[in-house]
């Protein structure tokens, strides 16, 4: 793969909306778990959204120069939602587009759970409970550094049970991480069910305030207070920020919606033609 | 080992800025003069070995060389998967460290014992393995890990180890250190056993049996070539280690068994068992054999069946 080529994604972000990135990405998505059989779909889509609005102006990225030492960092620590995450990297431009066609196979870089050998990714995850205390490690070494850049983790509602999100959780405050930025991806459906069946989390945003990190409840599919919400960060000063998104499994393709069905399975070729013609909002399911 | 590995971590970070020290709220009266020297520079992460793991490894993806350091199984098998994936496989300058390696807290238990990390840590991606036999070997390892790029492992004992060298032996990583020469036996040693060892080629020489002596500190990678030159010129390879099944013996006989060979090899290590009671250190190496003792009458009753 020659990742240097530039981008026949849409490059610019000052030409282009979040909204139509996010249909963008979920064409991508779909079209990827598709030809690789490949499952996770309904996560993917779940933070559709939210990667739309972080790489639509929020996070300060240069694509030509991925390991820019200035950027802003993302762990996207649920890393199963990798197809959506290289969809946004590539349309971002940090390599090109086509390159999403080889996604799970044919050697390619773009492994189904998230990896950092792939330009744009700056930690693979996939092991759930991981990105919480590598965005600390980060932002604390920016603290540090005195350098202003900021550390954003994407974290799942399933990967709360692990033990090791706690530690972290309890850990960002106490160091005052105020360049740290967590977003949680709050979907209510994990691998086995409902999140409230298997471990319940709630109450979920007191748990956080009771942490001591800034606490912010929001719909995760709505671009304004997305917008808003992640430019006007830190949400306390001297604290961590967290994001509560509240989000939808599969939110755009009506029949995948809040569905753990789409947890696991891959669209047949109907199922992608119905599923690509939702997603495109009344615009042709064409080419992406 | 734990002062002589402070002492130089103080050295190296006075000259070099990326150095960074985390530990798991363990090291009481060997840290401090660290946190006092480099406040900026070190880190309490607290009783939470999995989530200091996932702070050094994003620390190190900052340019830093970060130090973990915690009480044998803790910086290592309690947060082995933040190790696996986060450290090595992104390749990050991650230095962990374990005190107590093998039996040094021998009468707390067997939570305390630090004898399945050899064998953990070895098979993983990129990692250096070392263990050093005297507090000199634990100075010369200190400044190596620095110098070599990833992820290393550094097993030190606790306190109050035998000085085995006399002066600064030649040391490089995937390097042994030949300790003396023979023809009748190799004895290889790793981590805080080296005395021991080199206690019991003394005594199988007052039997007239020369024995090479190899200190291999460095477990991954394995000096191979020293292996199959010792395979080669002596008819008995013996490994010894404060360890249980998967370490220095099972490194060696990989090596071993993969070259047309006609030496034997004895490995002298700790029983696949959790030990379930409480002794000193010494006691608890004796009792499977790891003593001067025990290492001299099993590497002559194995030559005597040899002949």
Redesign the interface.
């Known amino acids: 793969m020659d990742w240097r080529k530039p981008s026949t994604g849409i490059g610019s972000v000052a030409t282009n909306s979040a909204l139509e990135l996010s249909r963008r990405l979920r064409r991508h998505a779909l079209r990827m778990v598709h030809a690789a059989k490949s499952s996770h779909i309904g996560t993917c889509l779940s933070m559709a959204d939210i990667l739309a609005v972080l790489y639509d102006g929020v996070l300060n990225v240069r694509p030509a120069e991925p390991q820019w030492p200035g950027r802003d ?1 993302l762990v996207v620590s649920k890393g199963h939602g990798a197809a959506i995450v290289y969809a946004a990297l590539a349309e971002r431009g940090f390599f090109p587009v086509t390159e999403l066609d080889r996604y799970c196979r044919d050697g390619s870089p773009l492994t189904g759970h998230i990896n ?1 050998h792939v330009p744009g990714v ?6 759930l ?2 990105g ?11 603290r ?2 005195g350098a202003g850049w900021r ?1 954003f983790t994407i974290l799942s509602d399933g990967e709360l049970d692990e ?2 999100i706690w ?2 959780v ?2 960002a405050p ?1 160091h005052r991480l105020d360049n740290l930025v967590a977003i949680v991806d709050y979907n209510k459906i994990q691998s086995f069910g409902r999140v409230s069946d298997v471990l319940e989390l709630e109450p979920l945003a007191a748990k956080w305030r009771a942490f001591n990190w800034g606490v912010r409840e929001l719909d995760g599919h709505d671009h304004d207070a997305l917008r808003a919400a992640l430019t006007a960060l830190p949400i306390e000063p001297g604290r961590p920020s967290v994001l509560i998104a509240h989000t939808v499994k599969g939110k755009g393709v009506p029949f995948m919606e809040d569905d753990l069905l789409w947890h696991y399975r891959s669209p047949s070729d109907a199922e992608l033609a119905a599923a690509l013609a939702a997603v495109s909002g009344g615009e042709k399911a064409g080419a992406p | 080992m734990r002062t002589a590995f402070i002492e130089t971590l103080c050295e190296l970070a006075a000259a070099d800025e990326r150095i960074v020290l985390v530990c798991g709220d363990l090291g009481y009266s060997v840290l401090e003069v660290f946190a006092r020297r480099f406040p ?2 070190y ?1 309490n ?2 009783v ?1 070995e ?2 200091m ?12 060389v970060v130090f973990t350091y915690s009480i044998a199984n803790f910086p290592v098998i309690r947060c082995l ?2 190790v696996r ?2 450290v090595c ?2 390749g990050l300058d991650v230095k962990i460290v374990a005190v107590g390696g093998g039996l040094a807290y021998g009468p707390q238990g067997y939570t305390h014992h630090g004898v399945e990390d050899l064998a953990v840590m070895r098979v993983l991606p990129g990692m250096t393995v070392v263990a050093p036999g005297d507090p000199v070997e634990a100075r010369l390892a200190t400044r190596a890990v620095v110098r070599q790029a990833g992820p290393c492992y550094l097993r030190l004992g606790k306190a109050g180890e035998t000085v085995v060298h006399q002066s600064e032996p030649p040391f490089a990583i995937g390097r042994a250190i030949p300790m003396r020469d023979g023809s009748d036996v190799t004895l290889i040693s790793t981590g805080g056993v080296l005395a021991l060892v080199a206690g019991a080629a003394d005594a199988l020489g007052r039997q007239g049996i020369r024995a090479r002596v190899l200190s291999m500190p460095c477990v991954a990678p394995l000096d191979q070539e020293a292996v199959e030159r010792a395979a080669a010129e002596t008819p008995l390879v013996v490994t010894v280690e404060e360890h249980g099944a998967g370490g220095l013996a099972s490194a060696v006989a990989e090596v071993l068994a993969a070259r047309p060979s006609a030496a034997r090899l004895l490995p002298l290590r700790l029983e696949r068992r959790a030990i379930q009671v409480a002794d000193d250190q010494a006691t608890l190496r004796s009792a499977q054999g790891l003593s001067v003792e025990g290492i001299t009458e099993a590497v002559s009753r194995a030559l005597a069946r040899r002949a």
């Open positions: 960092r950092s700056d930690a693979a995850t996939g092991a409970g991981h919480l205390g590598i965005a600390c490690g980060l932002a604390l070494g920016a540090r550094s550390a033990g090791s530690e972290a309890l850990f106490h | 900026d520079r880190l992460a607290g939470a999995a989530n793991t996932g702070v050094a490894a994003g620390l190190a993806m900052t340019g830093r998967e933040q994936n986060d496989y992104h």
